[in-house]
């Protein structure tokens, strides 16, 4: 348990340190804002796919949510986007998500 | 003296508050998705005449119009639903009605307005003069592909439980449902003809849509171009399709696939596929071009900076435009001589000449989105 703790820890401090360069952060966000928000809401309270706002995404599993984001959910039109993003890029949306995006 | 002053300032005030004289059949709404605003155009001059603010959330927003051509109905995402009076540029009333919403659409006689909502699920009927709320159907599903059919009714899918429903509004705070069920899995829009006909529903969660023809709506529905995905795995849909009756030319209904960069053709007259063309990426809206001889094509994310152009009579690709970044929306006006189209990530609206393709105008827009022309208050299905 603690060594899962240290690990994540681990995986948490090593994402800030691989944070995308600042123009590729400007295009996810743009992407997570204007692409997920087709089915998310552009204010990401949720549409056809649920909500995202940080209240909604503090209980659920940060690993589990970078996993749907690249490989999707089946019986969902949640698709794969492991196509358009690394797994650092969809953890990195993950924390902001969490965070909430800035304006 | 006195009089006299009194008099040519109440003329010239109310000279200010009387719009200048002229008609709506030119004139349409843009939406700008991330100002919570619209853009009122006029497509004689191409111009833009204005900007509304104070919309809402325009994520996911659609427009209907009175039939007088006069107000539009903006459905916002958050649930807001607004009267936009065209001519004087404003918003006459505004009403939060639900939580999310996806669209609505106007009676056959113009007097209702009818919100589809995904959270709570169901629809709500209003006064389209007072947005006066006048009744509600709940569904426990999200709404989606709602259209108005004559005799005052609307039908709509319901994602989750896989039915269409068929909601008789001529008494509109008591309407009657007739419900369908069993059409298949998760159906993501819906349709129906410009006679008013047919209702169809496209389904996400397998391959085929489902038809309702509503002159006998009891005998359920039917199910089309079942298995067109000939059993292959379907690629990533990263934006829903939209289906609308702008998509049929002559006997041929023009329809995305869904998981395949393919535009399918339903012949409307036997209800069996007349055949499939292969297009740029998944497609988004696949629309007929007034008098049917081509239809034009946009995609989803990442393949959605084209524009491409079928011709009915060849069943083929004949043209690709590219207007800009993230093309999300076409509007023809209603006779086709030039088509308007959004370029999101350009923040452009590019006009094109029906016939030639020339570039006739670009209009600086921010993020815009949905172009709605006031033709679509003659449609049936809107």
Known sequence: MYRVAALLVFAAAAAAADDPVPARRAELLHLVRQDCGACHGLTLKGGLGPSLEPAVLAAKDAEQMSFVILHGRGGTPMPPWSAHLSEFEARWIVEQLRKGLPK | ?382
């Open chain 2, 1 to 382: 003296m006195r009089t006299l002053l009194i008099a040519a300032i109440s003329l010239a005030v109310c000279a200010c508050a009387v719009p200048p004289l002229r008609g709506t059949g030119d004139l349409g709404l843009v939406v700008e998705r991330a100002a919570g605003r619209v853009m009122l155009v006029e497509t004689t001059g191409r111009s833009v005449l204005g900007r509304i603010e104070g919309l809402g959330d325009l994520s996911h927003a659609s427009v209907v119009f009175s039939r007088d051509g006069r107000y539009a109905y903006v459905f916002g995402r958050d649930g807001g639903l607004s009267k936009v009076d065209l001519l004087r540029a404003r918003i006459e009333h505004r009403v939060l009605q639900a939580g999310n919403s996806i669209g609505g659409a106007i009676s056959q006689d113009g007097r209702l307005v009818a919100v589809a909502n995904y959270a709570p699920g169901g629809i709500r009927i209003f006064d389209a003069r007072s947005l006066e709320p006048l009744s509600e159907v709940p569904t426990g599903a999200k709404v989606v592909g709602i259209a108005d059919a004559p005799g005052n009714r609307f039908v709509f899918s319901l994602f989750e439980a896989g039915e269409i429903w068929i909601v008789d509004a001529s008494d509109p705070r008591r309407p009657s449902v007739r419900k369908i069920g069993g059409i298949g899995k998760q159906p993501y829009d819906g349709f129906i003809t410009p006679n008013g006909r047919h209702y169809i529903a496209g389904l996400f969660g397998e391959d085929g849509l489902a038809l309702v023809d509503l002159w006998n709506a009891q005998g359920g529905a039917q199910r089309i171009l079942g298995g067109y995905g000939r059993g292959e795995q379907p690629l990533p849909v990263y934006k829903m399709p939209h289906l609308r009756g702008w998509a049929v030319a002559g006997r041929y209904i023009f329809l995305p696939a869904i998981g395949r960069h393919e535009v399918l053709v339903l012949d409307s007259v036997t209800w069996t596929e007349a055949g499939r063309i292969t297009v740029h990426g998944q497609p988004v809206f696949a629309v007929a071009q007034p008098g049917g001889q081509r239809v034009w094509v946009n995609f989803a994310f990442p393949r959605n900076d084209v524009v491409q152009v079928i011709d009915v009579a060849a069943m083929q690709v004949v043209r690709e435009l590219r207007p800009g970044r993230a093309v999300l929306h076409l509007e023809f006006t209603p006779r086709g001589e030039q088509v308007w189209i959004s370029s999101r990530d350009d923040g452009a609206v590019v006009v094109y000449d029906g016939a030639s393709y020339a570039e006739l105008a670009r209009l600086p827009a921010e993020s815009p989105s949905g172009i709605f022309l006031t033709s679509r208050g003659a449609m049936t299905g809107f």
